[in-house]
């Protein structure tokens, strides 16, 4: 299994502070997203990176922001949190050598909640 | 763009029995197909996998078969325990779109004794 660890697992913040979340990988792996995950929507990707300092938007990425200035972090930034980004947000990882496969290997999730 | 319908749950089932949760999609070219399972409080790990038409990916008792002709890529498990209940999540990766997947609303089932 890869390892993968994200930080906070829990975090309670106030709407308007910033916010990031940190993943961090010991797999070398090229690739990395940031999904976030909320009841009736499954996953929805935010972010991606497929190198370091190359990242590009996903379907929901409105309001934060990501940066990769190593192979082994990504961090995901909320600028000014809102209610709407209470959910759970999970890192992924892919390794890339030749062909992509398309298979995932997941941290365990930061469950963040902005009251 | 790229779409994934699973059925919805949530599923509840007794110990013993006979498990499919469908999954169907929307693709452009030949994406890859996934079954990701999670736990109460865990991450998402890999279930199976199919790479192309018409393979089947097995893991763990649990099937699926990659139907290119129907779009389809149903799970299913002879006998189910109560381990296995989890959320269970249908998802393709295309190959030209920087590994990026796109997942299914995910699927809770529940397995009694």
């Known amino acids: 299994d890869a390892g993968i660890t994200q930080s906070p697992r829990h975090k309670v913040t106030e709407t308007g502070t910033p916010v990031t979340l940190r993943c961090h990988q010991t797999e070398n792996h090229r690739y990395m997203y940031w999904y976030r995950q909320d009841p009736g929507h499954g996953l929805r990707l935010i972010h991606y990176s497929y190198g370091v300092k190359d990242t590009d938007k996903g379907e929901v990425s409105d309001g934060y922001s990501v940066s990769r200035s190593k192979t082994e972090d990504f961090l995901l930034t909320l600028e000014s949190a809102t209610s709407s980004q209470t959910s759970v947000y999970f890192c992924?990882?892919?390794?890339?050598?030749?062909?992509?496969?398309?298979?995932?290997?997941f941290g365990e999730g930061s469950r963040l909640t902005v009251l | 763009g790229d779409s994934v319908t699973q059925m919805e749950g949530p599923v509840t089932l007794s110990e013993e029995a006979f498990l499919t949760i469908n999954c169907t999609y929307t693709a452009t070219g030949y994406p890859s197909l996934f079954w990701y399972v999670q736990y109460p409080g865990e991450g998402l790990q890999l279930l199976l996998k199919?790479?192309?038409?018409?393979d089947k990916g097995s893991n763990k008792g649990f099937e699926a078969t990659y139907r290119k002709e129907t779009t389809s890529f149903h799970l299913e498990k002879g006998s189910v325990q109560v381990s296995d209940s989890a959320v269970y999540f249908c998802?393709?990766?295309?190959?030209?779109?920087?590994?990026?997947?796109?997942f299914g609303d995910g699927t809770t089932l529940t397995v009694k004794p």
């Open positions: 199919a790479t192309k038409a018409d």
């Open positions: 998802a393709l990766s295309a190959q030209d779109n920087a590994g990026k997947s796109t």
């Open positions: 992924a990882t892919q390794r890339a050598g030749g062909r992509v496969t398309g298979e995932l290997f």
